[in-house]
């Protein structure tokens, strides 16, 4: 999601946590934080420093988008341009997003025998346009060796749809298992040509999870060689470790240089598949200089299939024996009886390696997508792995990989014991507070002691939990007094711990109030906060966490927002739902609807009031967008009530905050629905 983001280190904090990414000293790269793009009305500034008081040294359009590398003490962004320089323009004029994937399609690259044994599935991005796709040997074991051309292009749409689908490297037996990357590394290999495409040189990087800008050294090249075109290149490394994308090329050109012909006969790849990206077969066809025109060999496709695409292409190979297309792909459509459905087993597992629920998916031939069904797996756990995985299943129905697993974990919960008596120790009530781990302040609730009873103990205590889920102190107790018994100053509760530094009130079910007083009836739909509008307003407003000053207000009941640009969602009523930065903080809450800038048209939101119940202790967060802030924790077995889902993480309802109806946001696998 995208974010104005104001201040310097804070907001650097913030949008490293979000990304996990390495620290800025990258040997062999630099760090792309995210994206900005461009809101100004027409042109924008770029400039050489965080401030207008820097040159200016060139402008951007409008709508147009840039990697971000760091941000300055300011909030401005310095920017990287397509020219390879760098700059800096206003965060009030820009949105932000975190973490940065380039415009394309992903493209599955297999490497496979002549027998058809799959060596190794790689996925490469592939950027709008043209992309030259090369056989990455690293990935294959040792001594195989590459049968035909180790290049294919690869065209990529605006929508990210690639043609051909995937991508085929045969190589003959043999060999022993390739050589790994170090640990916690993705390995790069780094291919330098000349501007006809012979190899120059070849290098390898290992990257450590995170985006890295990687540049073209010169280093080992022939003699007065020089880069042509790009000299950088970002590589994305995720968390698993799969590199996007594995294999980058530079361009290099001498002066006065004529390649050598090659001595072999030029030829082209050219590959059979199916209109959905099935590898049927693949052959390889010799060339001569001049146009060639290619065929395609029906008989090298099984029975029951029909070519759907023309049955000849023209290949072009220069002086230099380079064909033009380097490969060609005839499409073929399977008769109905052929069509093929494969269930791919499902596994949900436990970090330590239980299974928790096991799943069979239908997949069709070509490529598919399975994604983690929180549903599967007992509540309470959450997904660690990633929620994603690609299935290719090829023509005589191999599904690779042949199955797929989920990784789950439970959250570290501890329980403390809050017992509240009088002065003379007698016992008045009990409570038990669930809490994660590291450090909470848990709150006195008055409301579990009789009327006419006043507290004497301090108001919180503070609880630390470690990962084994051990808690200390394990007990809290708050001292009462009634009325007119009062004769000393208020005495710490017992046993206290040294103050930690994040305070969180904590809600027992059995003391939240009703949540609506005359709330609409329940939709029966499930309802999803619409996209956001944008627009600046130019006064101070009071922000409550819902639609009316009886709201609880963040901050001490101090928030407020005082200008600047905002993001707005829609109308309750009188009031408007927006999201604004406060201090250092990102929060979504209200303001009245008089405060909605001019231009900007809200239609009023269709929340959906429905009962819920938490089924596990839920923290309550005032932002789902970036950086949620914990204002709370929703204890198991509260009631309240669901207003919508924002993305698919977080469901948005409305409960009681320290006596104050309040809305926020919280895990949507914590609702029981």
Not at 25 to 30: F, P
Not at 53 to 64: E, K, V, W
């Amino acid at each position: 999601m995208k974010r104005i983001l104001r201040k310097g280190f804070s907001v650097i904090l913030a949008v490293l946590l979000v990304l996990s990414t390495l620290p800025a000293a990258i040997a062999d790269g630099m760090p792309i934080i995210g994206t900005v793009t461009v809101t100004a009305n027409n042109y924008l500034n770029v400039r050489e420093g965080g401030s207008t008081s820097y040159a200016r040294i060139t402008t951007i359009p409008t709508g147009s988008s840039y990697p971000v590398l760091s941000i300055a003490q300011s909030g401005w962004y310095e920017i990287l341009l397509p020219d390879g320089r760098t700059g800096y323009v206003s965060n009030n004029l820009v949105d932000f997003t975190a973490g940065y994937q380039p415009p394309g399609g992903t493209i599955p690259v297999y490497y496979r025998t002549v027998d058809g044994r799959l060596l190794y599935t790689d996925y490469v991005r592939g950027r709008v346009g043209v992309n030259e796709i090369y056989a990455n040997a690293s990935l294959v074991p040792s001594g195989y060796q590459l049968q035909g051309l180790g290049k294919v292009s690869v065209s990529v749409d605006s929508s990210g749809n690639a043609v051909p689908a995937a991508v085929l490297f045969l190589y003959s037996a043999g060999g022993t298992a390739p050589t790994t990357a170090p640990l916690n590394h993705a390995a790069v290999e780094i291919r330098y040509v000349d501007n006809y495409g012979n190899l120059l040189k070849t290098s390898t990087v290992y990257l450590r999870a995170g985006s890295h800008l990687l540049y073209a050294n010169t280093n080992g090249l022939p003699s007065g060689y020089q880069i042509i075109g790009a000299k950088d290149r970002v590589v994305s490394v995720s968390a698993q470790l799969v590199a996007n994308p594995s294999t980058i090329i530079f361009t290099a050109s001498g002066a006065g240089y004529v390649p050598t012909v090659p001595s072999n006969v030029p030829q082209v790849i050219v590959n059979y598949q199916t209109t959905n990206g099935v590898w049927l077969n693949t052959e390889y066809v010799n060339l001569s200089s001049g146009y060639n025109i290619v065929y395609a060999n029906d008989s090298l496709v099984p029975e029951g299939y029909s070519r759907y695409s023309s049955s000849s292409i023209s290949v072009y190979v220069d002086n230099y024996g380079k064909p033009t297309p380097s490969s060609v792909t005839f499409q073929y459509q399977p008769k109905a009886a052929q069509e093929m459905v494969v269930s791919v087993p499902v596994y949900y597992r436990s970090a330590s390696g239980e299974t928790l629920a096991v799943d069979y998916v239908s997949c069709k031939q070509g490529n598919n997508t399975i994604y983690a069904n929180n549903n599967k797996v007992p509540s309470g756990y959450v997904l660690q792995s990633q929620r994603s995985v690609p299935v290719y299943i090829s023509y005589n129905g191999t599904a690779s990989p042949s199955s797929v697993v989920f990784t789950y974990a439970l959250p570290v919960n501890a329980s403390v014991s809050v017992i509240y008596q009088d002065n003379a120790g007698n016992y008045l009530n009990s409570q038990i507070v669930t809490v994660g781990i590291g450090s909470h302040t848990i709150y006195a609730n008055s409301s579990m002691v009789p009327k006419g009873y006043t507290r004497i103990s301090a108001d919180s205590a503070s609880v630390y939990v470690d990962a084994n889920g051990n808690v200390s102190p394990s007990g809290l107790v708050f001292v009462y007094a009634p009325q007119g018994a009062i004769t000393e100053a208020p005495k710490p509760p017992t046993p206290t711990d040294t103050p930690k530094p994040y305070i969180v009130p904590t809600m027992p079910p059995e003391t939240v109030a009703p949540i609506i007083t005359n709330p609409p009836a329940p939709s029966g739909k499930d309802y999803n906060i619409p996209a956001h509008k944008t627009g600046s307003i130019s006064s101070e407003y009071a922000v409550y966490s819902g639609p009316g000053t009886e709201y609880y207000r963040a901050a001490n009941g101090q928030a407020n927002v005082k200008g600047g640009r905002c993001r707005f969602y829609g109308l309750d009523g009188d009031w408007a739902m927006m999201g604004y930065q406060f201090r250092d903080d990102y929060r979504i809450g209200y303001i009245q609807s008089s405060g909605v800038p001019s231009g900007v048209s809200l239609s009023q939101l269709n929340f959906m009031y429905e009962p819920v119940t938490i089924v596990q202790d839920a923290n309550f967060n005032d932002d789902p967008i970036l950086s949620p802030s914990k204002i709370g924790v929703i204890s198991k077995g509260t009631t309240v009530s669901l207003l919508g889902f924002f993305g698919e993480r977080w469901a948005y309802i409305e409960t009681t905050l320290e006596g104050e109806p309040a809305r926020g946001f919280v895990n949507r696998a914590r609702i029981g629905r």
